[in-house]
């Protein structure tokens, strides 16, 4: 079991290297142990894995030992003497290594537990981080909104002088103040999903909603391709608990095996024989003891019968269900890689789409500086400018939460 525990600080180190760019602000990592140590999910999975180990002492009992008491009403007279009460006490006993297997199939129930606690703890980390690049997006998107607020601000004090001289009508001055408006009105919905979200992440943390959080100045797509390893999903733990649970029912079908067998067990009785008052001889009154020896056969045994063939099923449906989960998980990760793959193409083409934008903005300053502009342009060329922008976060945000889902499957 301890082979297989989920070495949580490598996945911290690896995952990291997306976040080389924190200065002076809040690290993921520093959020993920927080969750780790605090979310009430993993603990409930811990607590769950402490149950089932307990049981390890539970099964390694043998059953209750048997006393019996018994007083003759009507005392039965034998030769050397009348029988007054009767003392037993007997032992039944498991045959050989039944309460070993006992334990080692409780073990192994113990093992696959611990399974969940490690993907409990996998899932959480990629919901933590999930959330902080959602964040992450929404502060970049209103810094950007802020940005095209003073640029369309810029253009309507010089729209405002064109009216002054005549060279553009007061509807192109409305239509300016009409798109600052709705700029300023998805900046404040942004505002308040980023409370929403700032909650659902401080829930992962355990702690208070309000409790604000820091995020890092800005993320860059990383200029190269990470190698990825897919043979590492075979490792993954949804895929090992699998495993346990067919190793389980291996020990399931051992003990199974032990059950059928004999119990043997071991006695005593004790009689108590007063003395014949009319006679005197060696034995008078002397008490009976005996020992006994008994075996308790299963002749009638179809329930270990069909507990083997039902044990013969559970491992043919786990199995089923192991292909299923893999094949689930490998598309999982080819579409998590495919996507990362368009979000590098399309934050490419954003940024180039950026450059083109700001150089058309610079075209229009110096139109007015001849005297010529078009206002209608200059709201063309800045919804362009945003849209490119939004796009240029969102696919930064898109490539690291992919991340986070092929982290989440081989690391």
């Known amino acids: 079991m301890k082979q297989n525990k989920f070495n949580i600080k490598l996945v911290l180190a690896l995952g990291s290297c997306f976040l080389g760019l924190f200065v002076n602000a809040q690290q993921l990592e520093t959020l993920i142990d927080e969750a780790l140590a605090n979310n009430p999910e993993i603990q409930k999975f811990e607590l769950q894995y402490k149950r089932v180990s307990e049981k390890?002492?539970?099964?390694?009992?043998i059953p209750n030992t048997e006393f019996g008491v018994g007083y003759f009403i009507s005392e039965p007279e034998t030769r050397t003497g009348a029988q007054r009460f009767k003392v037993s006490v007997k032992q039944m006993l498991p045959w050989f290594g039944?309460?070993?297997?006992?334990?080692?199939?409780?073990?192994?129930?113990?093992?696959?537990?611990?399974?969940?606690?490690?993907?409990?703890?996998?899932k959480l980390m990629a919901s933590v981080s999930q959330s902080y690049y959602n964040l992450y997006a929404n502060k970049a998107k209103q810094e950007v909104l802020s940005e095209n607020i003073k640029l369309l601000e810029t253009y309507?004090?010089?729209?405002?002088?064109?009216?002054?001289?005549?060279?553009?009508?007061?509807?192109?001055?409305?239509?300016?103040?009409?798109?600052?408006?709705?700029?300023?009105?998805?900046?404040?919905?942004?505002?308040?999903?980023?409370?929403?979200?700032?909650?659902?992440?401080?829930?992962f943390l355990n702690r208070e909603n309000d409790v604000a959080v820091t995020m890092v100045d800005s993320l860059m797509m990383p200029s190269?391709?990470?190698?990825?390893?897919?043979?590492?999903?075979a490792l993954h733990p949804e895929l090992l608990k699998y495993e346990k649970l067919y190793q389980s029912i291996e020990q399931s079908e051992l003990l199974n095996q032990k059950e059928s067998s004999p119990m043997i067990g071991f006695g005593l009785d004790y009689i108590n024989v007063s003395e014949r008052p009319d006679m005197n001889f060696s034995d008078n009154g002397k008490d009976i003891v005996m020992p006994m020896v008994s075996v308790s056969i299963p002749i009638f045994n179809k329930k270990y019968k069909s507990q083997t063939k039902q044990n013969e099923l559970k491992q043919q449906e786990i199995l089923s269900q192991k292909q299923e989960r893999l094949n689930s998980l490998e598309t999982l990760l080819d579409k998590a890689i495919k996507e990362r793959i368009s979000a590098r193409i399309s934050h490419n083409t954003a940024i180039k789409n950026i450059k083109q934008a700001k150089d058309a903005e610079q075209i229009l300053i110096k139109s007015y500086e001849t005297g010529r502009i078009d206002f209608n342009d200059v709201l063309d060329i800045q919804e362009l400018q945003l849209k490119f922008q939004i796009s240029e976060i969102e696919s930064v945000k898109t490539y690291y939460l992919q991340s986070t889902i092929i982290n989440y499957l081989i690391l």
């Open 224 to 233: 190269e391709h990470f190698e990825i390893n897919t043979e590492n999903l």
């Open 56 to 61: 390890v002492n539970e099964v390694n009992t």
């Open 156 to 203: 309507e004090t010089l729209a405002l002088t064109s009216v002054e001289v005549g060279k553009a009508s007061a509807v192109d001055v409305l239509r300016l103040q009409m798109r600052q408006n709705e700029m300023q009105q998805l900046k404040d919905v942004l505002s308040q999903q980023f409370l929403a979200e700032q909650t659902n992440l401080n829930n």
């Open 98 to 122: 039944t309460i070993t297997s006992r334990e080692n199939y409780v073990s192994a129930l113990a093992d696959a537990k611990y399974e969940d606690i490690v993907i409990a703890k996998r």
